[in-house]
């Protein structure tokens, strides 16, 4: 695993490479397209990388640039690759000669770029439009106490609020939020994406606190909020009005939600130790932000688990990786009477493209 950055490095550095090689020779020699080509290669390729080691130093501003476009290009990079590999295999097939299309041939970089645009503005399109999720949990079927009445929960993950994500997006999802007059408001980490700086910058905190619900907002930290810095992200999510669930529980009209700290933490603690003093008559609601321990929750004889962590690949093909890794990467999964569901996220992490996958919120029912 200690190489395991090197090899993403390569592969990264190597799609790069692939990728504006054949552009530049798709492009007639002694255009002027060319050297603007390697110079727009080398900023995209580097900005990516700038910001994650520079993101708590530099300028909130350059930090935003470097962020915004650093991260679109890694999509681009991905469908562009694909693309033109595509487009290099099919001359095995006898459909065309590729000295022909592939070198020195406006047609095809225009062909190659306009698919690849389309592509890119669907996924935006995609991330724009947020599903509403509505699922409904029995108590009684799982044997726990009666509810003294039905709870309405609304949970959402994956925010990443920051460089790329601000108040203007997040004022539209608590409108939607705040239209479900929930009972509680529960966020399954990640709502801070890597630095709370941005957020102070535009007083995130006091947008949070416009979330209403009649027994407060719940969240549990994400692996996000450790690499912004657990106690800096800690502190702001207090400062927002936010409870801040940490390997601890609290119980809300006549149910106990039981918040995991992120798998991050190797110490955390164990969901057993976590529900120790708990009245366990009562129907318990698991939060972890990483779907990993799915089990832990069975176990425990939780009535519901949220998660999310996933973003379900957030493109594709990427959903097929996180669908193999996890035993549930996505949706709602019954196991011996445990309700799990885990969230695609209603923000995304960089570049603001939804390809085979959704932003969501969900709108919990338990009865």
């Not at 810095?229 to 601890?248: H, M, P, Q, Y």
């Not at 069975?298 to 594709?316: E, F, K, P, Y």
């Amino acid at each position: 695993m200690k190489f395991l950055p090197f090899i993403i490095l390569a592969l990264y550095l190597g799609a790069n490479y692939y990728v504006l090689l054949r552009i530049w020779q798709m492009l007639p020699a002694g255009i002027f397209l060319r050297p603007l080509l390697l110079t727009a290669g080398i900023v995209l390729s580097v900005s990516f990388f700038a910001v994650l080691v520079f993101r708590h130093s530099v300028p909130i501003g350059i930090g935003s640039v470097l962020y915004t476009v650093g991260t679109a290009w890694l999509i681009i990079l991905l469908y562009l690759f694909i693309v033109i590999l595509i487009a290099d295999l099919l001359p095995f097939t006898g459909l065309y000669r590729r000295e022909v299309v592939m070198r020195s041939n406006m047609l095809t970089f225009g062909i190659v770029a306009g698919i690849v645009t389309l592509i890119m503005v669907a996924g935006n399109l995609n991330y724009h439009y947020k599903r509403r999720i509505e699922i409904t949990v029995d108590a009684s079927v799982h044997g726990t106490s009666s509810l003294p009445e039905p709870l309405k929960i609304v949970a959402v993950s994956d925010l990443h609020l920051g460089y790329s994500i601000g108040k203007r997006e997040l004022g539209k999802w608590i409108g939607l939020i705040n239209a479900e007059n929930p009972d509680i408001v529960i966020i399954a980490g990640d709502l801070i994406d890597n630095d709370v700086r941005p957020l102070y910058k535009e007083d995130i905190g006091e947008v949070l606190r416009e979330i209403r619900s009649k027994y407060g907002v719940f969240i549990v930290p994400g692996n996000h909020e450790y690499i912004s810095g657990i106690d800096k992200s800690v502190e702001f999510l207090g400062s927002a009005g936010l409870t801040v669930l940490r390997d601890s529980v609290v119980t809300v009209a006549g149910a106990v939600i039981a918040g995991r700290d992120d798998l991050t933490n190797k110490h955390r603690k164990s969901l057993p130790q976590l529900l120790a003093e708990t009245d366990r008559r009562l129907p318990v609601i698991v939060v972890d932000h990483q779907p990993s321990s799915l089990d832990d929750a069975v176990a425990a004889g939780a009535l519901l688990q949220i998660s999310g962590h996933t973003h379900r690949g957030q493109v594709w093909p990427f959903n097929w990786l996180t669908d193999a890794v996890y035993e549930d990467s996505y949706g709602l999964e019954s196991k011996n009477g445990t309700q799990i569901y885990v969230s695609s996220g209603l923000g995304i992490w960089g570049g603001k493209f939804r390809i085979g996958t959704v932003s969501e919120y969900v709108v919990i029912e338990v009865r």
